[in-house]
């Protein structure tokens, strides 16, 4: 047994009792002289601890003092091991009731959350992505059937809960409140399951944001058809990835250095312009986003689908604009309240 996973009462308790099995053997061998052999006196030990009684194998009826240790030990040895079989049952008990405590705490937190973010899978992709969003500030929530991965979100200091079950399942899902979720990954290692946990959040919430790992490229667009709302095929996206590091070294650098920092935490970050916002008809000069912080607005997609990069102060904020800009988490948050305004906090 690993030293930390057994309480310091229960293993003294099992030196206690090694070191009354090893007493017994030695006694019952002195009273029984040279006739008695180990094997005699650690039988005589054995029914006397378990107080079996199947006989007198040494010669106790004319040995007063044999006697009188064997009424001294039993008592000693029987109470030891009552106390052992007590501890371990208590440490049991204890152990899952901390466990069912601990499970019934984090369903009614689970239970309280909206607009957030369900990863599905928590392998090395799920992790980089539970990392990622838990760096940035989002609210998530964890699934997958393996309960160890508990211990790796632990390892990687990601103080989040994790929801043991199946995600391929509806109860599973339910449970990691995709009713409510703003956006759900899967990111398991099979293009199948990836597809039926698709179908299955896009069945319990047509509003959800699903975004699929796909394993094999012939697979992109079983997963789409299946609800996925962006497929991200590993192989693809690393060929690419490749390219670019090999042809614009810098531009892939500037990438790398932005996720890693972990003091400014900068991102490049998306808004939706909803049609109560009090920007809207306004121009980016009027707007004044620096005002809010170190934002830098680099491209605004229309509401039909053009973009427009690097915008001049001069263009104009339309309903349902989005706007991709530069920020860190807090300066995320707090151009989100100021564009939604009054309206978008009430209905929100």
């Not at 964890?142 to 211990?151: F, G, I, L, W």
């Not at 996206?237 to 614009?248: C, H």
């Amino acid at each position: 047994m690993k030293r930390g996973l057994v309480p310091h009462k229960v293993r003294n308790v099992f030196y206690t009792i090694i070191f009354i099995i090893l007493i017994g053997t030695l006694g019952f061998k002195l009273i029984g002289g040279a006739k008695t052999s180990v094997l005699d006196a650690l039988y005589m030990t054995a029914i006397t601890i378990t107080t079996v009684g199947y006989g007198d194998v040494i010669g106790l009826d004319d040995k007063p003092l044999g006697k009188l240790f064997t009424i001294v030990y039993m008592f000693f040895s029987v109470g030891t091991i009552l106390y052992l079989f007590t501890t371990i049952a208590a440490y049991i008990i204890e152990g899952e009731l901390r466990k069912v405590l601990r499970q019934r705490t984090m369903e009614r937190r689970i239970a309280k959350m909206k607009d957030h973010y369900v990863v599905c899978g928590i392998g090395m992709v799920g992790l980089y992505i539970v990392h990622e969003l838990y760096q940035t500030k989002y609210h998530l929530i964890a699934v997958d059937n393996d309960e160890s991965k508990t211990e790796v979100l632990k390892a990687h200091k990601l103080d989040l809960d994790l929801v043991v079950g199946d995600a391929t399942e509806n109860e599973v899902l339910e449970m990691a409140q995709v009713r409510q979720a703003k956006g759900l990954f899967a990111t398991t290692n099979s293009d199948n399951d990836n597809i039926v946990i698709s179908l299955t959040a896009k069945q319990i919430n047509p509003g959800l944001r699903v975004i699929a790992r796909c394993n094999d490229t012939k697979n992109i667009d079983k997963i789409r058809r299946a609800g996925a709302d962006g497929v991200v095929a590993l192989n693809y996206i690393g060929g690419l990835r490749m390219a670019s590091e090999m042809v614009r070294p810098h531009v892939i650098t500037l990438i790398d250095a932005m996720l890693r920092d972990r003091t400014s935490q900068v991102r490049v970050e998306e808004l939706h312009l909803p049609k109560h916002s009090p920007y809207v008809g306004k121009t980016l000069d009027d707007a004044d986003f620096r005002a809010v912080g170190n934002i830098l607005i680099i491209a605004i997609r229309k509401v039909h689908g053009d973009w427009v990069y690097n915008p001049a102060p001069d263009v104009v904020l339309e309903k349902d604009m989005h706007l991709i800009f530069l920020a860190t988490p807090e300066e995320r948050d707090l151009m989100r309240t100021l564009v939604e305004g009054e309206s978008g906090r009430e209905t929100g």
